[in-house]
């Protein structure tokens, strides 16, 4: 799937303006971002729940945003107008077998058995873990190839998220099927994405394969004698707290030449810290950047 | 049984790949075993199936595991294996780079001795 230049307004205020992406088949892809960053408007909008400004969105060549039966490929459920509250268990069962033709009605059945879901049951009297469970059944049995998911472990204890992201991960392994994951829960994010996307100032500012950015980049945590950041590390790292003379510092870049480079500054301190995909948030998302700080 | 450290600047497949490795030495794993499945392995361990799917195929090159269509993956028999120069090279060089920084850190080559003895010992395997 591929969205260019995508540009969405809403009362004449631009949500998001110039999106450029792709999700390969098989990815399973975090999507970052502040709240009110335009996640869940980027979503309705690649669900075909609004019309585009600008831009395109495709799939193989062919334009999804134009054409509504590309809409049985993409699973996604509107959290805000979330209309399953309304129905029994069996009722949405028949939407969905109606809305995806490729519904996997055994899976559905036998996944439901084993995490003990009763089948006709009202939705909004079921707790919220069960409601994120069955969710998430709904997905996987949509046999959908792009599965936008919105908050999938928000408000999910530990036993149920766990089950939920095994469903996920069991189902979506060594398929050609994609997921794009809205999560603030980072720390579930980062062991089952292969990458992450960051939305901010209405597009999508980075990009980053997790794997070979826990190669390349580093964490550190730098005390030079002087208050001011050298331009060294200004050219080369966004950082990510500072407190005095305590500089942590991200480099996406780093090598043994940047290394020695440092050490030429003498630093007081100079340690190296484990990176998470909660640094890169932080790096990226607050304001606190070098740049401008 | 394998585990991933998220707070490691190494990638999760590097982790992964020496962790399996490290359960063939130590008996956890032994020749002819079958291991899980990538849908399996990513279930249990809550990762990636890309990631662990990288793994097995780090593995399945280094001719540590092998996997037969319809039936699964398996831990090969690698004593009958001729030793890979190429790694063996890979693993000297990195050998010389430990040796560089310890020597910075006034280690004496005595200690590093005792200490590879220790590790040996304590992964229960047989280096010749």
Same mark, same amino acid.
């Not at chain 1, 209405?202 to 002087?226: G, M, N, P």
């Not at chain 2, 490691?8 to 032994?30: A, F, M, R, T, W």
């Not at chain 2, 690698?78 to 890979?90: F, G």
């Given at each position: 799937m591929k969205l260019e230049h995508v540009t969405k307004l809403i009362d004449q205020q631009t949500i998001l303006e110039d999106v450029n992406f792709a999700l390969?088949?098989?990815?399973?892809v975090?999507l /970052?971002g502040?709240n009110g960053s335009g996640k869940t408007t980027l979503f309705r909008t690649i669900a075909g729940h609004y019309l585009l400004d600008d831009g395109e969105i495709s799939v193989d060549d062919q334009r999804i945003d134009l054409y509504p039966e590309f809409k049985e490929q993409i699973f996604y459920i509107d959290e805000k107008e979330n209309f399953l509250?309304?129905?029994?268990?069996?009722? %949405?069962?028949?939407f969905y077998?109606l809305a995806y033709p490729?519904?996997?009605?055994?899976?559905?059945?036998?996944?439901?058995?084993?995490?003990?879901?009763?089948?006709?049951?009202?939705?909004?009297?079921?707790?919220?873990?069960?409601?994120?469970?069955?969710?998430? #059944?709904?997905a /996987?049995?949509s046999?959908a190839t792009f599965l936008l998911l919105d908050e999938?472990?928000?408000?999910?204890?530990? #036993? $149920?998220?766990?089950?939920?992201?095994?469903?996920?991960?069991?189902?979506?392994? =060594? +398929?050609?099927?994609t997921a794009l994951i809205a999560?603030?829960?980072?720390?579930?994010? =980062?062991? /089952?994405?292969?990458?992450?996307l960051?939305i901010k100032g209405k597009t999508i500012e980075?990009?980053?394969?997790?794997?070979?950015?826990?190669?390349?980049?580093?964490?550190?945590?730098? $005390?030079?004698?002087?208050?001011?950041?050298?331009?060294?590390?200004?050219?080369?790292?966004?950082? %990510?707290?500072?407190?005095?003379? $305590?500089? $942590?510092?991200?480099?996406?870049?780093?090598?043994?030449?940047?290394?020695?480079?440092?050490?030429?500054? =003498?630093?007081?301190?100079? =340690?190296?810290?484990?990176? +998470?995909?909660?640094?890169?948030?932080?790096?990226?998302?607050?304001?606190? +950047?070098?740049?401008?700080? | 049984?394998?585990?991933?450290?998220?707070?490691?600047?190494?990638?999760?497949?590097?982790?992964?790949?020496?962790?399996?490795?490290?359960?063939?030495?130590?008996?956890?794993?032994?020749?002819?075993?079958?291991?899980?499945?990538?849908?399996?392995?990513?279930?249990?361990?809550?990762?990636?199936?890309?990631?662990?799917?990288?793994?097995?195929?780090?593995? &399945?090159?280094?001719?540590?595991?092998?996997?037969?269509?319809?039936?699964?993956?398996?831990?090969? &028999?690698?004593? @009958?294996?001729?030793?890979? &120069?190429? @790694?063996?090279?890979?693993? @000297?060089? @990195?050998?010389?780079?430990?040796?560089?920084?310890?020597?910075?850190?006034?280690?004496?080559?005595?200690?590093?001795?005792?200490?590879?003895?220790?590790?040996?010992?304590?992964?229960?395997?047989?280096?010749?």
């Amino acid at each position: 799937m591929k969205l260019e230049h995508v540009t969405k307004l809403i009362d004449q205020q631009t949500i998001l303006e110039d999106v450029n992406f792709a999700l390969g088949r098989g990815e399973i892809v975090g999507l /970052i971002g502040r709240n009110g960053s335009g996640k869940t408007t980027l979503f309705r909008t690649i669900a075909g729940h609004y019309l585009l400004d600008d831009g395109e969105i495709s799939v193989d060549d062919q334009r999804i945003d134009l054409y509504p039966e590309f809409k049985e490929q993409i699973f996604y459920i509107d959290e805000k107008e979330n209309f399953l509250n309304a129905y029994s268990l069996k009722k %949405i069962n028949q939407f969905y077998r109606l809305a995806y033709p490729r519904f996997d009605q055994d899976l559905y059945l036998e996944t439901m058995h084993a995490h003990g879901l009763p089948l006709n049951h009202a939705y909004r009297r079921m707790s919220k873990g069960m409601q994120g469970l069955y969710k998430m #059944i709904l997905a /996987i049995a949509s046999n959908a190839t792009f599965l936008l998911l919105d908050e999938p472990f928000d408000g999910l204890d530990v #036993i $149920v998220r766990k089950k939920v992201v095994g469903l996920l991960l069991e189902n979506l392994g =060594e +398929t050609q099927r994609t997921a794009l994951i809205a999560s603030h829960n980072l720390n579930e994010l =980062e062991t /089952i994405i292969d990458r992450a996307l960051l939305i901010k100032g209405k597009t999508i500012e980075a990009d980053y394969r997790l794997e070979s950015l826990r190669e390349h980049a580093r964490k550190i945590q730098l $005390v030079f004698r002087s208050k001011q950041v050298p331009p060294l590390i200004k050219q080369h790292a966004k950082l %990510i707290h500072r407190q005095g003379r $305590v500089l $942590v510092a991200l480099f996406e870049h780093y090598d043994q030449t940047l290394a020695d480079d440092i050490r030429r500054l =003498e630093p007081l301190l100079f =340690e190296e810290l484990p990176l +998470t995909l909660e640094d890169l948030f932080e790096a990226n998302l607050s304001r606190e +950047t070098l740049m401008k700080g | 049984m394998v585990s991933i450290n998220k707070t490691s600047s190494k990638p999760y497949y590097e982790q992964l790949v020496l962790s399996l490795k490290e359960d063939i030495i130590n008996g956890i794993l032994v020749a002819g075993d079958q291991i899980p499945s990538v849908r399996e392995m990513a279930k249990t361990l809550l990762m990636n199936p890309n990631t662990v799917s990288k793994a097995y195929k780090v593995l &399945e090159t280094e001719q540590i595991l092998v996997t037969i269509k319809g039936k699964g993956t398996f831990v090969q &028999e690698t004593d @009958r294996l001729p030793r890979d &120069e190429l @790694r063996i090279q890979q693993l @000297r060089e @990195r050998l010389k780079e430990l040796v560089i920084e310890a020597t910075h850190l006034h280690l004496s080559i005595q200690e590093i001795t005792e200490w590879l003895a220790a590790f040996e010992n304590e992964l229960g395997g047989d280096l010749k």
